[in-house]
């Protein structure tokens, strides 16, 4: 079974960089999508962007001047960075796999999430 | 971006009742829409994928529909589990955008 694990800080200053990690198990990173999804408390959810095992990325407009995302294959990890944060990118961050490849994507394995609060 | 809207953004029912949610796209997705359900700090689970596909080990009192730009989630009859938030989401084309949710209660 695959499981995904966020790891990172839970706390960052405003205008610092938030750096997270997923761990996967059970499966390997090859041939696969691999993206960042954040929650802010109480709210919808948000889709950051993904990054192909080899290393191509797709990021969300929004966020794409401020996010980078890499993978290491031979940790089967992959990460995210996002600079110059303030108060609204206090989220839960949960790393997913896309599966459905070649038709219809969707995420089917979900990290169990992790709180970052940004806060001086 | 897609825009995704749900409705009603919360409802109350009690066990055994039919439940439909909408979820509304502001241009046509086909229907690459998916579904999700989301329980108080847990990560979403995947209950439909392509509008209308059970994802394995989903109850089939789950069932979804749907094509172009409305679509639908009928839960047949509530059950306990099934009190949590719904999010249906669009992979037609990135970025991927997800409805505001659709709480559900119990009354």
């Known amino acids: 079974q695959v499981q995904l694990q966020e790891s990172g800080p839970g706390l960052v200053k405003p205008s610092e960089t938030l750096s997270l990690t997923c761990s996967v198990s059970?499966?390997?990173?090859?041939?696969?999508?691999w993206s960042w999804i954040r929650q802010p408390p109480g709210k919808g959810l948000e889709w950051i962007g993904y990054?192909?095992?080899?290393?191509?990325?797709n990021y969300n407009p929004s966020l794409k001047s401020r996010v980078t995302m890499s993978v290491d294959t031979s940790k089967n990890q992959f990460s995210l960075k996002l600079s110059s944060v303030t108060a609204a990118d206090t989220a839960v961050y949960y790393c997913a796999r896309r599966d459905g490849l070649g038709s219809y994507p969707y995420f089917n394995y979900w990290g169990q999430g992790n709180l970052v609060t940004v806060s001086s | 971006d897609i825009q995704m809207t749900q409705s009603p953004s919360s409802l109350s029912a009690s066990v055994g009742d039919r439940v439909t949610i909408s979820c509304r796209s502001s241009q046509s997705i086909r229907n690459y829409l998916n579904w999700f359900q989301q329980k108080p700090g847990k990560a979403p689970k995947l209950l439909m994928y392509a509008a209308s596909s059970l994802q394995s080990g989903v109850p089939s009192r789950f069932s979804g529909s749907g094509s172009g730009t409305d679509f639908s989630l009928t839960i047949s009859s509530l059950q306990p589990e099934d009190f949590a938030t719904y999010y249906c989401q669009q992979s037609y084309t990135t970025p991927w955008t997800f409805g505001q949710g659709t709480k559900v209660e119990i009354k």
């Open positions: 990054i192909y095992y080899s290393g191509s990325t």
């Open positions: 059970g499966g390997s990173i090859n041939n696969y999508y």
